[in-house]
């Protein structure tokens, strides 16, 4: 009897066990996959905040590539590509500051067919100081939009700098180094595009791995 009783204890525990893994799992892999649709949709608008829907009617989170250039900054950066009735109409280009006064400032930099600036953005999260250089945000101020409209030619080079430094764009009270440092990033993001932005259009869009988040 006792032996019979230690059996079915043990069975017990092990059906409590296998119910509990599996509830972990299946719990686990609804908070993956809304933690991914979140991303995804945090991703397309901001996307949208530098190229306006009206410039293009193909999914970009869809027609992306990645690639690796010293004047996008360190690392991969992920390029997405805008098309408006088939033709290449612009391009949302991935950038990184790494000058910034707390460390990386990451940027989304959308610019139209021949290189002007559509938008620019900051990807959080950022280590900027908060009340000083956190005016790159777009929530915080509206310094960024003092992109809009600017090209390779549109200052000339000597212009792409703070005004401090003889260029045109303004800085922050008591923060130079951020702005700084966007500035230059920028600017290397429309120097890539100018020398890439052919090859860009020309090159396969690269699968990626996205959740189903209908509904």
């Known amino acids: 009897m006792i032996g019979q009783a230690i059996t079915r204890n043990a069975v017990i525990l092990g059906l409590f066990a296998i119910g509990t ?52 900054g360190h690392g991969e950066h992920h390029l997405y590509r805008a098309r408006l009735g088939g033709e290449a109409s612009g391009a949302v ?8 006064y707390g460390g990386d400032i990451r940027l989304i930099v959308g610019v139209d067919r021949d290189g002007t600036v559509l938008g620019v953005r900051v990807v959080p999260p950022h280590n900027e100081t908060p009340g000083l250089g956190d005016n790159i945000e777009i929530r915080k101020s509206d310094w960024i939009l003092g992109f809009n409209g600017t090209s390779l030619e549109q200052p000339s080079a000597s212009g792409w700098a703070v005004k401090k430094d003889g260029g045109r764009f303004d800085s922050f009270t008591g923060a130079t180094i951020t702005p700084r440092a966007v500035v230059s990033a920028v600017h290397g993001a429309l120097r890539y595009y100018q020398a890439h932005g052919d090859e860009v259009f020309k090159a396969p869009a690269q699968a990626q791995t996205t959740e189903s988040c209908d509904g």
Do not use: F, K, W, Y
């Open 21 to 72: 893994a599996a509830t972990l799992a299946l719990t686990n892999q609804a908070t993956r996959q809304r933690v991914e649709c979140n991303r995804q949709a945090a991703l397309a608008d901001a996307l949208a905040q530098v190229m306006p829907p009206a410039r293009h009617d193909n999914p970009l989170l869809d027609d992306s590539i990645t690639v690796t250039d010293p004047l996008l």
């Open 93 to 100: 280009l991935e950038a990184v500051a790494p000058d910034g």
